[in-house]
């Protein structure tokens, strides 16, 4: 018996009917038993009466109560069955009114105030109002009644009119439809009963004008399919997606099945003599018929081969098994609301599958044209890509070199002028060397101090700077910011007063130049920082140039000219006295990237090299933290020197020993690395979480990714959103973009649509292109997000214009398909070049096709090159199209044996018709017509899958736009449309 119980009947006007109303209320048998008694075999009179009523009434065989009643016989659901029997048929012997006063206030109508009448949100009832007008209304008054199980109804919340009043109001759409009454002329109240054993709800409605409205057999099916459906929500889920682990279970195997049946299509070859000839004589019948070569448009006979061939087809074992899954889950919903069994029809006669037809059409047009169609319907999409790993230390601001390098007074005062004063005394110089150690000894931070203080008592501007930073850094002190700053201030005014003195001002005008450019004992400003550094430039001096250069890079302070920068740092690089190993490091990244210079690898690689013997130079002298960083970044990574991990790893160590947290997290990282001998997931997350408490904002976020997605003894949803949580907040984009799409899908937290829109706005303002991409990209789907198609294309372009190829190709695929936006082909090409110039497969090939089959831009040496880009990358689709172009020879000469190596190519890499046409080949088939039916094969057990996934997701992410882009890739296909 179907789960929901529905009767549909109307009252014509002036209806009346009180000889059985007479009847039934002093009818025997259905007087109030008491407990004792309900369990007691039922009566004579009973018995009586249920057979009266059944000869009146005989759809009252269809009710829970009668189907109780047959299995037990007994007094209490005998009275069961003639209560409601009687009450589901009263409104035959009623007049609207009293019909209308009856199911509102009856014994057991759940009230909604002094009655138990509702209707739809914000509309208040009047009962006598209602009444009045239903006792005057001169149309039909329809009514239903929907009865459930009381098991069912307080499993699924239906035990509740509350419930009922809220499913109800969502159905208003459904009844003006089905109706076939304007919304506004609608009128619908109900009442909910809360009967022991069966609740159930009665329902009435009509038209204001009583002209309108009439409800046909498909209509009633139409609305109990839509209260089903929303009443056993949760149930249809069990079929289909299940919440708990029983359900889950039920998904899995649902969808593995599915994946098992379609893979075994997707493997196998397909031979089929009678489809391929049928589709010859097909193709020849269509040569001779005129007009629209659409089914609805030929004749009988040639639709009654078309019909044939996708019968035919659908004999195979495979297909056959995947269309009987389909019935069983459309059964498994139908039963729901209704007990009869629907008969099962070919395939050729589903109307569900009517766009089959077409593409059958389609294919024999192939074979009369002697095309060569593009069977990329089942290409796989691109993956979803995850946000580029930042290498960190690539991303960090230029170090600040520290000035290591002894400087006598003739650096200040000038060659030749007698000696007055010095900062740099043997004092000063010990000071520096218990302040910043050597290679073989560790700093003495306490001593420094000592010593600072006594340096800068006696006015040495070089101490005082000093001390500012060691305040700053808790350095042999507690740390304090103010006292910093105060140090900070009296080095100031302490090199001001000393550089109007001196002849050689350079070196004091640099560092009066990093005062403002750190924001250190003045107001932050870097304009007057490149402002002094610019003075100290004229003067030849490389530390000088590279600030400054670091200034033009960034834009701080100067309009930003990555040209001006490039030639600032090869300046210090190249300066004959004192070459700058910071700024070897920065040209060897702009010679790499193409940054103010055209892009050069050999140059890269030498200036990469220099930096490293400089630092190497630097490190004799001192021992420093960051330096030991930047040492360790580039052995790791070979950068300057050959890959040497073991080295790495002692270079962190030495900065994790002066508390370096970049020091921390890159061992962190080291840790991770499976190409290091000493990979260690523990110890990875033992540096990791060092680093990540002194706030180190890519230490958290790599632990929370690694507490996300790590191995299961790492695992984590509590530690992964908190430490991305806080990474977020330090503005990490990274983190803020992981974190917003773990909010976005709601996999392992509560779904928050909200704060991951909010994640990925704060990640774009920060100059994201993978978070517009992924923002752009939901807001285009409209499945998470309500669907927003033009802030799509904004977000993606700004992504697509930022180099980032995923959003280059989808913009792409956007603008040539033409589905949500004008096509626009020149534009889309435009972005699929770009992402394949950057080695995109997906992009390189879906170029390639344009070029091949689009008429207005058809170019087939560009297509060739685009394709063979994608297929150097191993996509199996553009190997196969460049086998079929040599095969066929249409476009370019023929080649057999380029063609055979690469669909052979392509089948290896997995693609079933590069398969299936070298089977044909090998076989000495018509490959036309094979490769048709291959074609039929596949199209239809797309559809019949992409039926299954619609009605599995249900109301439960299902929308209209997902409905509307089936019908189109079904139009489109069995047009011969293909999708890129």
Not at 274 to 295: F, H, P, Q
Request: glycine letters at 6%.
């Amino acid at each position: 018996m179907a789960k929901l119980v529905t009767k549909f009947k109307f009252i014509k006007p002036g209806k009346k009917a009180g000889g059985y109303l007479k009847y039934i209320a002093t009818r025997e048998g259905v007087d109030k038993i008491d407990d004792s008694k309900k369990y007691l075999p039922a009566s004579k009179k009973q018995k009586d009466l249920i057979e009266k009523i059944l000869r009146d009434f005989p759809d009252a065989k269809d009710m829970h109560e009668y189907d109780d009643y047959l299995c037990t016989m007994t007094v209490g659901d005998a009275s069961e069955f003639i209560t409601r029997a009687l009450e589901d048929n009263a409104q035959e012997m009623m007049t609207g009114k009293t019909y209308a006063d009856y199911i509102a206030t009856r014994p057991r109508a759940q009230r909604f105030g002094s009655h138990g009448l509702f209707t739809d949100d914000g509309v208040s009832v009047n009962l006598s109002e209602v009444s009045e007008e239903l006792n005057q209304h001169q149309g039909n008054v329809w009514t239903a009644i929907l009865s459930l199980r009381r098991e069912d109804a307080a499993r699924l919340g239906f035990d509740d009119g509350y419930r009922w009043r809220d499913m109800l109001r969502t159905q208003t759409a459904a009844l003006s439809e089905n109706l076939k009454i304007p919304m506004e002329n609608l009128r619908w109240f109900a009442a909910f009963h809360d009967e022991s054993h069966h609740p159930h709800v009665h329902l009435i409605a009509y038209s204001a004008n009583p002209n309108e409205g009439y409800l046909t057999k498909q209509g009633v099916n139409n609305l109990r399919s839509s209260f089903a459906k929303d009443i056993f929500a949760q149930d249809l889920l069990c079929v289909y997606e299940q919440q708990t682990e029983h359900r889950d279970a039920l998904k899995s195997e649902s969808r593995k099945l599915i994946a098992e049946m379609i893979g075994k299509i997707n493997s196998g070859t397909y031979d089929n003599p009678a489809v391929e000839n049928m589709l010859v004589k097909l193709a020849d019948r269509l040569s001779k018929t005129g007009g629209k070569k659409v089914y609805g448009y030929l004749k009988a006979d040639v639709k009654d081969l078309i019909d044939a061939i996708v019968d035919e087809i659908g004999k195979d074992e495979r297909l056959a098994s995947l269309y009987e899954l389909w019935y069983q889950k459309r059964e498994e919903v139908i039963q729901t609301y209704t007990k009869e069994r629907h008969k099962r029809i070919p395939l050729s006669q589903n109307k569900e599958f009517k766009s089959i037809k077409n593409a059958v059409i389609q294919e024999a047009m192939n074979i009369i044209a002697d095309r060569i169609p593009i069977e990329d319907a089942e290409e796989q999409p691109a993956p979803d890509p995850e946000a580029a790993e930042i290498d960190m230390d690539s991303e960090q601001m230029p170090d600040e070199p520290t000035e290591q390098d002894a400087h006598d007074t003739s650096n200040f005062y000038g060659g030749g002028q007698k000696k007055k004063r010095t900062w740099w005394t043997d004092e000063y110089k010990q000071a520096r060397k218990c302040l910043y150690g050597t290679k073989d000894t560790p700093p003495d931070f306490e001593k420094a101090l000592t010593l600072m203080l006594a340096e800068a008592a006696k006015g040495n501007g070089f101490a005082m700077h000093d001390l500012g930073k060691m305040y700053l850094s808790g350095l042999g002190c507690e740390k304090n910011e103010e006292q910093a700053q105060e140090w900070f201030a009296k080095a100031y005014h302490a090199f001001i007063a000393e550089e109007s003195k001196v002849k050689k001002k350079d070196y004091l005008q640099y560092r009066i130049g990093k005062l403002f450019s750190f924001g250190y004992g003045v107001e932050q400003d870097y304009l007057k920082a490149a402002e002094w550094y610019e003075k100290a430039v004229t003067e030849d001096n490389p530390f000088a140039a590279y600030a400054l250069g670091s200034l033009y890079r960034r834009g701080q302070g100067v309009e930003q000219d990555d040209e001006k920068a490039y030639a600032l740092y090869h300046m210090a690089a190249e300066h004959g006295e004192k070459p700058n190993a910071y700024a070897a490091y920065e040209l060897g990244r702009m010679c790499k990237n193409g940054i103010g210079t055209r892009i050069d690898q050999t140059a890269s690689d030498a200036w990469y090299r220099q930096a490293y013997q400089g630092f190497l130079m630097i490190e004799q002298n001192m021992a420093d933290d960051k330096l030991y960083y930047r040492l360790g970044q580039m052995n790791l990574s070979g950068t300057g020197t050959e890959k040497d991990l073991p080295k790495a790893k002692d270079y962190f160590e030495k900065a994790a020993a002066l508390d370096n947290a970049d020091a921390l997290y890159g061992l962190g990282k080291l840790y991770l690395n499976r190409d290091f001998a000493g990979a260690n997931t523990q110890k990875a997350m033992d540096y990791l979480t060092a680093a990540a408490e002194k706030g180190h904002s890519y230490a958290q976020y790599t632990l929370g990714k690694l507490f996300l997605t790590g191995e299961k003894d790492t695992q984590s949803a509590y530690y992964a959103l908190y430490w991305l949580e806080e990474s977020a907040k330090q503005d990490n984009t990274d983190a803020q973009c992981l974190l917003g799409k773990v909010l976005l899908r709601g996999e392992v937290t509560d779904q928050d649509t909200d704060r991951a829109a909010e994640l990925l706005k704060k990640a774009i303002a920060n100059g994201s292109a993978y978070a517009s991409y992924l923002l752009g990209k939901e807001y285009l789907d409209g499945t998470v997000l309500l669907q927003d198609v033009p802030e799509a294309i904004r977000l993606l372009t700004l992504s697509a214009d930022k180099g980032f190829t995923p959003a280059e190709y989808l913009l792409g695929k956007i603008y040539y398909r033409g589905e949500v936006i004008p096509q626009d082909i020149p534009k889309a090409l435009a972005y699929l070049e770009s992402a394949a110039e950057n080695e995109n497969p997906y992009a390189a090939y879906l170029a390639g096709k344009i070029y091949l089959t689009e008429d207005t831009v058809k170019d087939v040496q560009k297509a060739i090159r685009l394709l063979k880009i994608a297929a150097a990358q191993e996509n199996d689709y553009a190997e196969y199209m460049l086998g079929k172009l040599y095969l066929y020879g249409k476009d370019v000469p023929q080649d057999y044996e380029e063609a055979i190596r690469w669909l052979t190519a392509s089948a290896e890499h997995g693609n079933q018709y590069a398969g299936q046409l070298l089977h044909s080949i090998r076989n000495n088939r018509n490959w036309s017509a094979a490769m048709g039916a291959f074609r039929l094969l596949h199209h239809i057990s797309r559809i019949i899958q992409n039926r299954l996934e619609d009605e599995r997701r249900g109301k439960d992410g299902a929308h209209i736009d997902r409905k509307l882009r089936r019908r189109i890739q079904d139009k489109n296909e069995a047009l011969g449309i293909k999708q890129g």
